[in-house]
Each structure stands twice: as structure tokens, then as C-alpha cells.
């Protein structure tokens, strides 16, 4: 897969997931394998007005192979301005958030609302192509409760997307109920830019399902949640390595850029995540979860993972 001057290999992209997605994350994921590494989404609108929120989270990994930031809104002219800020310029690629379900975003017209809207999505797509000089893609969903993917994908690629991914559910369905590999494949089959598959993908099986859908490249979310190594997995190598060894690698990272105290707040849904499937830890995650120390946090986890 080719885009623009950038060459995939293996095609394997991490999600932009909201308050997962940090730079330790992103970090661990791309030592596995994840080639394209997503930004958590940024809001265009707050990137004119409030910066500094904005900055941390567009911190990256020299690490991270190809670097795509994305930005959600629903003013034309803002996402525009939000493509030319300083703050994405150490991004190889721009990416629009056109299905993200969380209610508040869908309520304030942006997200997956704008799947209701194609024409303001389109003229989203051609004022950030005007602005940009990088390539821009655009994830989406099927729609907001059937299937609209194949006029959707079909506009993006008229607007000048250099290529857009599909997470197979409606904005409806959320995270509930199973992708449809049929719509990845019909898109897949109908455009002539690259079509990137989301949904599901959780081990070797899941991606050989995804790659018969003809898609040109494979986007890993949830599946990835406390299992950074399932980029190699996929590829039909195991994981024999040491997982605490990861965890403080995925934890170091962040220890440069913010204090221990939200850091033991943020890292519980991490190291909980790390955890699913280990023997035994049922009785130890109450405690990861309520704890306020950090220090006994990883204590628990080196008796956990070791």
C-alpha cells in the first residue's frame, strides 16, 4: 500500500481510540509491528482556541513509523485552519474523524453525525484537501443506523481522499454486535483509493477474515488494549517476550511529559487491560483499579505478568 510517498509493508494500522491512544501506547504498538499510528482525535476547534489542552496529546514517538494526526469538527473553515496549525506539522498524514459515536460528539454535528450530512462532509474533505499538502484520509461508518458506506466512500474518494477506513457498525450500534466484512468488502471492490478495514481484528484469524475482504490495509483497536504484541501476533508470531518489560516501557514513555499523579489515574485502564486473561488476576484487579499508589500498581503487575 503506497500513499502519496509513503510506502506500507505490512499494512497494519493502531486505531485513534480517545484516551488510549496516548504516545507511550502508540510507542509499544509500533515496536510489535503497527505502522500507521493514529492520534487520539483532536478537535479542530479547540486547536484555534485552547492550544495547550491540545498539546500533550499531540506529542509523538520518534519510535512511531508513520505518524497520522486526527482532527474532528464540523466547520469547513476550521478544519481547514486545524490541517495548516504548527501542532500537526510532525505528522506524515491528516485523517478526518467522520464516525465516531460518542454521543456528545454525534450531538454537535460532528463525528458520525456527518455521515447524515454528506454534503457538509464533503465540503470538509475538499477545504482540508485545499489546505493540505499531506496526504488526507477519512475514517467513517456504515452510517448512523444502516448502511450508507458505499455513497460515503464513494464521496470521499470525488472529494480528493487519498484513501479512507471503514469500522463496519453503524454509529448506533457503537461497539456492540459484529463488524460487516461484506460492506469492507463492497467498498474494498468499488473504490480505486486504498481501503483500509476496521473491526474485530483480535488475533491471526480475525486478520486473515479481514484480508479476504480485499482491503488494502488492517486497522487494530480494541484488540490491541493490553496486548501491544497482537501486531506481531497477527502475523503469525507469537509473543515469547516479557509483558512487565513492555508495561514500563509503555509507562516511561508517558513519565516524560506528566506528573505521577494523573498518571495513576490514567495508567488503571491500562494495566487492567494488561491483565485480562492472566491466571489469578481476578482477585488483584479490584486493587488495580482503586489504587492511588502507582508504585504498588506495577508491584501487582510484576507478580501478575512474571
Same mark, same amino acid.
Given at each position: 500500500?503506497?500513499?502519496?510517498?509513503?510506502?506500507?509493508?505490512?499494512?497494519?494500522?493502531?486505531?485513534?481510540?480517545?484516551?488510549?491512544?496516548?504516545?507511550?501506547?502508540?510507542?509499544?504498538?509500533?515496536?510489535?509491528?503497527?505502522?500507521?499510528?493514529?492520534?487520539?482525535? +483532536?478537535?479542530?476547534?479547540?486547536?484555534?482556541?485552547?492550544?495547550?489542552? *491540545? $498539546?500533550?496529546? !499531540?506529542?509523538?514517538?520518534?519510535?512511531?513509523?508513520?505518524?497520522? &494526526?486526527?482532527?474532528?469538527?464540523? /466547520? @469547513?473553515?476550521?478544519?481547514?485552519?486545524?490541517?495548516?496549525?504548527?501542532?500537526?506539522?510532525?505528522?506524515?498524514?491528516?485523517?478526518?474523524?467522520? &464516525?465516531?459515536?460518542?454521543?456528545?460528539?454525534?450531538?454537535?454535528?460532528?463525528?458520525?453525525?456527518?455521515?447524515?450530512?454528506?454534503?457538509?462532509?464533503?465540503?470538509?474533505?475538499?477545504?482540508?484537501?485545499?489546505?493540505?499538502?499531506? @496526504? +488526507?484520509?477519512?475514517?467513517?461508518?456504515?452510517?448512523?443506523?444502516?448502511?450508507?458506506?458505499?455513497?460515503?466512500?464513494?464521496?470521499?474518494? /470525488?472529494?480528493?481522499?487519498?484513501?479512507? !477506513?471503514?469500522?463496519?457498525? !453503524?454509529?448506533?450500534?457503537?461497539?456492540?454486535?459484529?463488524?460487516?466484512?461484506?460492506?469492507?468488502?463492497?467498498?474494498?471492490?468499488?473504490?480505486?483509493?486504498?481501503?483500509? &478495514?476496521?473491526?474485530?481484528?483480535?488475533? %491471526?484469524?480475525?486478520?486473515?477474515?479481514?484480508?479476504? *475482504?480485499?482491503?488494502?490495509? $488492517?486497522?487494530?483497536?480494541?484488540?490491541?488494549?493490553?496486548?501491544?504484541?497482537?501486531?506481531? /501476533?497477527?502475523?503469525?508470531?507469537?509473543?515469547?517476550?516479557?509483558?512487565?518489560?513492555?508495561?514500563?516501557?509503555?509507562?516511561?514513555? +508517558?513519565?516524560?511529559?506528566?506528573?505521577?499523579?494523573?498518571? *495513576? +489515574?490514567?495508567?488503571?485502564?491500562?494495566?487492567?487491560?494488561? *491483565?485480562?486473561?492472566?491466571?489469578?488476576?481476578? %482477585?488483584?484487579?479490584?486493587?488495580?483499579? !482503586?489504587?492511588?499508589?502507582?508504585?504498588?500498581?506495577?508491584?501487582?503487575?510484576?507478580?501478575?505478568?512474571?
Amino acid at each position: 500500500m503506497k500513499i502519496g510517498n509513503i510506502d506500507f509493508e505490512k499494512n497494519l494500522f493502531l486505531a485513534p481510540m480517545a484516551g488510549v491512544s496516548d504516545v507511550g501506547f502508540r510507542q509499544v504498538c509500533s515496536n510489535f509491528g503497527a505502522e500507521g499510528c493514529y492520534s487520539e482525535m +483532536l478537535s479542530a476547534r479547540a486547536m484555534m482556541h485552547n492550544p495547550k489542552k *491540545t $498539546v500533550l496529546m !499531540t506529542i509523538t514517538s520518534p519510535k512511531e513509523k508513520v505518524k497520522i &494526526g486526527q482532527i474532528f469538527g464540523h /466547520e @469547513p473553515s476550521v478544519m481547514a485552519k486545524a490541517v495548516l496549525n504548527p501542532l500537526l506539522d510532525k505528522y506524515d498524514i491528516i485523517d478526518i474523524n467522520m &464516525g465516531c459515536p460518542a454521543p456528545k460528539i454525534v450531538k454537535n454535528g460532528e463525528g458520525g453525525a456527518l455521515m447524515e450530512n454528506i454534503l457538509l462532509a464533503e465540503k470538509i474533505i475538499k477545504e482540508c484537501v485545499k489546505a493540505s499538502s499531506r @496526504p +488526507l484520509s477519512v475514517k467513517f461508518r456504515l452510517g448512523k443506523n444502516s448502511d450508507k458506506s458505499l455513497e460515503f466512500g464513494r464521496m470521499c474518494q /470525488e472529494a480528493g481522499a487519498s484513501f479512507v !477506513t471503514l469500522h463496519a457498525r !453503524t454509529v448506533e450500534q457503537g461497539y456492540s454486535g459484529k463488524a460487516d466484512y461484506e460492506a469492507i468488502a463492497r467498498l474494498s471492490q468499488s473504490l480505486s483509493i486504498p481501503v483500509v &478495514g476496521n473491526g474485530d481484528v483480535v488475533d %491471526e484469524k480475525s486478520y486473515q477474515n479481514m484480508l479476504k *475482504t480485499g482491503v488494502s490495509g $488492517v486497522m487494530i483497536g480494541r484488540g490491541a488494549q493490553g496486548r501491544p504484541w497482537v501486531f506481531q /501476533e497477527v502475523m503469525g508470531k507469537k509473543f515469547k517476550g516479557d509483558k512487565m518489560q513492555v508495561v514500563k516501557e509503555h509507562l516511561e514513555v +508517558l513519565r516524560k511529559y506528566y506528573d505521577e499523579g494523573w498518571l *495513576t +489515574l490514567y495508567m488503571r485502564k491500562h494495566f487492567l487491560w494488561y *491483565t485480562q486473561g492472566v491466571q489469578g488476576a481476578s %482477585e488483584k484487579r479490584a486493587e488495580i483499579a !482503586t489504587s492511588g499508589n502507582l508504585q504498588q500498581s506495577l508491584q501487582i503487575l510484576q507478580q501478575l505478568l512474571k
